[in-house]
């Protein structure tokens, strides 16, 4: 009787995969990653992987430089620098990652702050909404072409593209008073206790938007 063994080299690939599935795991796990993007980590381990360690790279720059705050906002939610967040980062991994598979995470990402909003768990010590999640995949989207227009960029020159492009109007922010009272399209406050809906009739408006 013949009996047929798989080569060795697909003991290896098959290993391989399961460290990588495993490793993965452990990332979404510690830093509390919802059940979407724990599945876009498993079907995409090598960019998972890549994606990891770039981002500890651009929270150091995002968490410790206080140029941000002078040049943009301190809004970290709605405001330009959660745009600048958003931005940065998927430039940061489209040097290194095709927008394709991000465009996923980016999507998988907005899942779990849908989640999130369902089990009323806040982030940046908001409830997600629907505007919010139009924003942040537009800003992703801008953060795509700038990272795969300057991939030999380093994470320093590639803030400042962000902050430049983020002034001048191309991303997508919430409409404000300087004090952070959201306003509506009509220019009137928008009182968020008083609202228990997915859809929060705020107003998204250019990134060149002056609070007043």
């Known amino acids: 009787m013949i009996i047929f063994r798989r080569p060795y080299f697909f003991k290896l690939k098959s290993l391989h995969f399961i460290v990588l599935f495993c490793f993965c795991c452990v990332c979404c796990a510690a830093q509390k990653r919802s059940k979407y993007e724990w599945l876009w980590a498993f079907t995409h381990p090598v960019a998972a992987i890549q994606v990891k360690h770039i981002s500890k790279a651009c929270y150091s ?72 999640m139009i924003m942040d995949l537009n800003n992703n989207e801008i953060g795509f072409v700038i990272g795969s227009q300057n991939k030999k960029a380093d994470l320093q020159n590639l803030k400042q593209t962000v902050i430049s492009e983020i002034k001048s109007g191309k991303a997508l922010i919430m409409k404000r008073r300087k004090d952070g009272i959201y306003l509506d399209c009509d220019g ?25």
């Open 61 to 132: 720059i995002y968490k410790d430089d206080q140029h941000l705050k002078t040049e943009l906002d301190s809004f970290s939610n709605g405001g330009k620098l959660d745009a600048f967040r958003h931005v940065f980062f998927m430039a940061a991994f489209a040097q290194h990652v095709k927008p394709k598979k991000l465009r996923k995470l980016g999507k998988a990402h907005e899942k779990g702050n849908y989640r999130q909003y369902l089990r009323s768990l806040k982030e940046d010590n908001e409830l997600a909404d629907s505007l919010g």
């Open 188 to 212: 009137k406050p928008v009182v968020i206790k008083e609202i228990h809906s997915w859809y929060v009739p705020k107003c998204l408006v250019s990134s060149e938007f002056v609070y007043r």
